[in-house]
């Protein structure tokens, strides 16, 4: 997957760093974030886990994590302290005067959908 490529339909898959876009250009929906050149250490303990952020109000799934030298934290850094941990960002309407008729729940659900989509895919090709 890309860096930024989101990980379940209906979203398409778009190369680089250019995800789907919402409303207003706000990316939707679950995102792997695979580190960019990061050496593991094989005597180093590996984490067997999913690290999924969620941005707040008026927030954005990828501008939340960046700073001003637009570095991604969650994944430029991150995986130095948890490595082999799947990092995820998760992206809704998260305007206050939005215009969607979704709320926390759709969001939630969504999130668990996605999020359950990738599991099952992983079930399927370890077979």
């Not at 094989?42 to 799934?61: E, F, S, W």
Request: with cysteine; proline share 7%; glycine share 6%.
């Amino acid at each position: 997957m890309n860096a930024t490529s989101p990980v379940a339909p209906p979203i398409s898959t778009l190369p680089s760093d250019k995800p789907v876009q919402a409303l207003k250009g706000q990316r939707v929906g679950l995102f792997e974030l695979e580190a960019k050149g990061v050496d593991f250490d094989p005597l180093l303990p590996t984490y067997h886990l999913d690290v999924i952020a969620l941005h707040g109000l008026n927030g954005n799934a990828f501008t939340t994590w960046t700073n001003k030298h637009n570095q991604l934290w969650l994944r430029d850094f991150l995986p130095y302290s948890l490595p082999g941990a799947r990092v995820y960002t998760f992206g809704y309407d998260s305007a206050i005067f939005s215009q969607s008729k979704a709320d926390i729940g759709d969001f939630a659900r969504r999130l668990l959908s996605e999020l359950s989509l990738v599991r099952l895919s992983e079930a399927v090709c370890s077979y």
